[in-house]
């Protein structure tokens, strides 16, 4: 249980394209879903929270401009890099809280490989 | 500045051996999970604790939780070349569950 998928998992894009990357909780439903990125060597930086049906809430220094996230239902949240630029390459990954479970336990997605040109 | 600070930043040991990462911080946290991430792949959870004082095993995996549910600990026994990985602790401190990450220790098992 607790599989968390996300959709690509490898994208090479045209700077100034729009990349959408889908994250999804298979056997849960999760009221909560948040978006991280990785660069090489280094730990997970948190970019945003985001809840079902509202408004995801951002760190500081995270332009919601240009990352859009939207969580339409329990089991689907989406993060839309728009106009990719090369300095926007990087890891990309998911996590969905599961409330069933031990309260403040995260299950991660496997991650997007971004890679602007 | 990290709120969770890991150490050590890297080990390399000899299959066979163990080993020890630990997780500091100045801060209280209702609760701690420990994951192990490999390139190119998100990270796994291992284990979450959330009693002060706890202690869970998994198999060769032990992992502690400090009394005062400030610190925490991983320690493997006679460590396998599948041990290794990037080990992340991350520790939760407000009601959405948000989690502050360590900066990681890259864990290297060289059979």
């Given at each position: 249980g607790a599989v968390v998928s996300q959709h690509p998992s490898r994208v090479i894009c045209k700077s100034g394209t729009s990349v959408k990357i889908e994250c999804r909780s298979l056997d849960f439903q999760a009221t909560t879903m948040f978006w991280y990125r990785q660069f090489p060597k280094q730990s997970l930086m948190l970019m945003a929270t985001s809840n079902e049906g509202s408004k995801a809430t951002y760190e500081q220094g995270v332009e919601k401009d240009k990352f859009l996230i939207n969580h339409?239902?329990?089991?689907l949240s989406t993060l839309t890099v728009t106009s990719a630029h090369p300095e926007d390459s990087s890891f990309y990954i998911c996590s969905a809280r599961d409330?069933?479970?031990?309260?403040?336990t995260q299950y991660f997605g496997p991650g997007t490989r971004l890679t602007v040109l | 500045t990290q709120l969770l600070e890991q150490s050590p930043q890297f080990l390399s040991i000899q299959e066979g051996e163990n080993l020890t990462v630990y997780c500091n911080s100045s801060s209280v946290f209702s609760s701690l999970q420990w994951y192990r991430q490999e390139p190119g792949e998100g990270p796994v959870l291992l284990v979450t604790v959330v009693t002060g004082g706890e202690v869970k095993k998994l198999k060769r995996l032990t992992f502690q939780f400090g009394d005062a549910r400030k610190d925490s600990s991983l320690h493997i026994t006679a460590?396998?070349?599948?041990?290794t990985g990037l080990y992340l602790c991350a520790g939760s401190t407000d009601s959405w569950g948000k989690l502050q990450f360590g900066a990681g220790t890259q864990v290297v098992v060289t059979p």
């Open positions: 339409a239902s329990l089991t409330g069933g479970r031990v309260a403040d | 460590a396998q070349p599948g041990d």
